[in-house]
């Protein structure tokens, strides 16, 4: 009687299992939970954010510093300022332009405040950089043990904005 009602719970178990199966990959909805419906939105927002990568590109400064080096830390400084000052023009004019679909108008004030983060961390690594004698390490805030820039980076990869990611010139 036992093994009876051993081998009919094992097989309710494992018809649920496989029924978890055949809709996680037959009927579960696809979409990211972070995917807007405003594809304009998402396009005069790319063509912002390209405008400020491409600016970020033309001032970069690709060659080697001494990580001891003093002036050099304060240039770098200088050129992070500059950085990130056309990073916050660039989330400064998004944020004026309000997405016409509900989830865009619930997710990308979120998007904003994480990014107006990220960007606050940036202008410490500046001032740490103005005064340092050794170049400091670039610390971004966590959320949820995710880096910041993470979070960022995914919402504007899954809207197709990847000019919005978070740009990658403090890692080096």
Do not use: H
Request: aromatic share 8%.
């Amino acid at each position: 009687m036992i093994q009876r009602l051993t081998r009919i719970a094992l097989t309710i178990v494992c018809i649920a299992i496989a029924g978890m199966w055949v809709y996680a990959f037959g009927f579960a909805p696809r979409e990211s939970i972070n995917k807007i419906n405003d594809d304009a939105w998402k396009a005069r927002s790319q063509a912002t954010c390209l405008e400020a990568e491409n600016y970020r590109f033309s001032i970069q400064d690709l060659s080697k510093m001494n990580a001891t080096d003093a002036v050099a830390m304060r240039k770098k400084a200088e050129l992070v300022t500059k950085a990130t000052d056309s990073l916050e023009d660039a989330i400064d004019k998004i944020e004026k332009d309000v997405p016409s679909d509900e989830k865009g108008k619930a997710l990308v004030p979120q998007w904003i405040s994480d990014y107006r983060v990220y960007i606050k961390d940036r202008r410490a690594f500046a001032a740490a950089l103005q005064t340092a004698d050794r170049r400091p390490y670039f610390a971004e805030t966590e959320v949820e043990g995710v880096p910041i820039s993470e979070r960022i980076g995914k919402f504007a990869r899954e809207n197709d904005m990847k000019a919005c990611q978070p740009p990658l010139d403090l890692s080096v």
